[in-house]
């Protein structure tokens, strides 16, 4: 079982749809959890971190963590073309260690 | 602030060759990390330094990698000799801990543009 799993995709939702993606992890102590948008041929940037159980909102981004379900997600409402990118699920272990999924390539159709 | 700063940011080289990344953290965040990056394995973490000490070196693949961080400001992979499955981006990204955190914490990751590393 790998660390930190994502449906690579591609996830395909039209303008104005909310987009939803899912990430799952093995370390039941992990601690942070991270979201980072990568564009193609650019450098991740992070757009969200969550610590605690439940949801965290930014603008048109929100964030949940189940701990007990070992899950994490991220649904983006109102996507936009320039939403589609791969993003980038990341959690801090117990062991001080941060691990990165493979991603899930979103394509966002005007 | 200039950000995160790599060079080269592109680098073709022939088998055996010896190939050198450098990385210019941002100033004042203590954390660094070297991560490559293919379309096979994906993003993955090589080592990271606390305070320009090596914490975790784990990730490096074989004894042709190695990685230094002389100062706070300036760190390099090296890969000696190159190989053809070598070829990836290779990113350098820096951090500062959480205000509060428990020790050796840290949070955003700011990443550098990358080297995009061709080994023919």
């Known amino acids: 079982q790998k660390e930190v799993e994502q449906n690579s995709g591609p996830l395909s939702v039209p303008e104005g749809a909310i987009a939803s993606l899912n990430c799952t992890y093995s370390d039941r102590g992990s601690q942070s959890f991270f979201w980072y948008r990568q564009y193609s041929g650019k450098s991740p940037e992070l757009i969200m971190f969550i610590y605690s159980n439940g949801d965290k909102e930014d603008g048109r981004f929100t964030a949940q963590l189940n701990k007990a379900s070992q899950y994490v997600s991220l649904l983006i409402r109102d996507s936009q073309p320039s939403d589609s990118a791969t993003y980038l699920c990341?959690?801090?272990?117990?062991?001080?260690?941060?691990?990165f999924g493979p991603g899930t390539s979103l394509s966002v159709i005007p | 602030d200039a950000g995160v700063i790599q060079s080269p940011r592109h680098e073709v080289t022939e088998m055996g060759q010896e190939v050198t990344l450098r990385c210019k953290p941002i100033s004042g965040h203590d954390y660094l990390f070297w991560y490559r990056q293919t379309m096979m394995r994906g993003l993955e973490l090589l080592i990271y330094f606390n305070n320009n000490v090596p914490i975790d070196d784990s990730g490096m693949p074989e004894d042709r990698f190695s990685a230094k961080m002389p100062n706070a400001s300036f760190s390099t992979l090296k890969i000696q000799p190159s190989e053809p499955r070598d070829s990836a981006v290779y990113f350098c990204a820096s951090s500062f801990p959480s205000l509060g955190a428990s020790g050796g914490d840290y949070n955003e990751q700011f990443f550098g543009p990358g080297t995009r590393l061709t080994v023919l």
């Open positions: 990341a959690v801090k272990t117990s062991y001080d260690k941060v691990i």
